[in-house]
């Protein structure tokens, strides 16, 4: 069964702080994605990637296939980044995505 | 900056009434998709639709769900007789052709099943 798991479940930072939330996956994918969910429920897509390293404003996401991992990487981070990041794998390439349960991240001033 | 559109925002309905969840994806793209959240949990891949017809469905899509893009623009959803279960937020999404990205979310309905 493809699991996606997503450490830490909750994370509170100080404005400024370097950001990470990790990603593992139980079976290969086609494509990781990183999605981040406001706090009224919206989702916008921050990254898809199948190798390497993405890098978006402050916001960096890496994937490495070998240990079935992933990480987002926030800079220098706002409390306007506070937000549920959620990690979904695209295992099938059809977007019939396994997610993950999400980091809920506090960014306090 | 186009935007997916999902109407109503929230809808609450009496349990085993019909729901339709309506979504207005990018009009260029050609992919479509139904997710959904229950409340504190994972969020679910219900569906996608391509070519006006279903591409894929969860075992969560069942007899009770079906989906349609009637007019070419709108892709709905309609739960025929909702249980309180069915309570969640539904998102919908669409992306353009192969090769390219710019898979978009719509801002979700949120759906109480009383």
Known sequence: ?109 | EPEVTQTPSHQVTQMGQEVILRCVPISNHLYFYWYRQILGQKVEFLVSFYNNEISEKSEIFDDQFSVERPDGSNFTLKIRSTKLEDSAMYFCASRPGQGSYGYTFGSGTRLTVV
């Open chain 1, 1 to 109: 069964k493809n699991e996606v798991e997503q450490s830490p479940q909750n994370l509170t930072a100080q404005e400024g702080e370097f950001i990470t939330i990790n990603c593992s996956y139980s079976v290969g994918i086609s494509a990781l994605h990183w999605l981040q969910q406001h706090p009224g429920g919206g989702i916008v897509s921050l990254f898809m990637l199948s190798s390497g390293k993405k890098k978006h404003g402050r916001l960096i996401a890496t994937i490495n296939i070998q240990e079935k991992h992933s990480s987002l990487h926030i800079t220098a981070s706002h409390p306007r980044d506070s937000a549920v990041y959620i990690c979904a794998d695209d295992f099938s390439g059809t977007y019939k995505y396994i997610f993950g349960t999400g980091t809920r991240l506090k960014v306090l001033a």
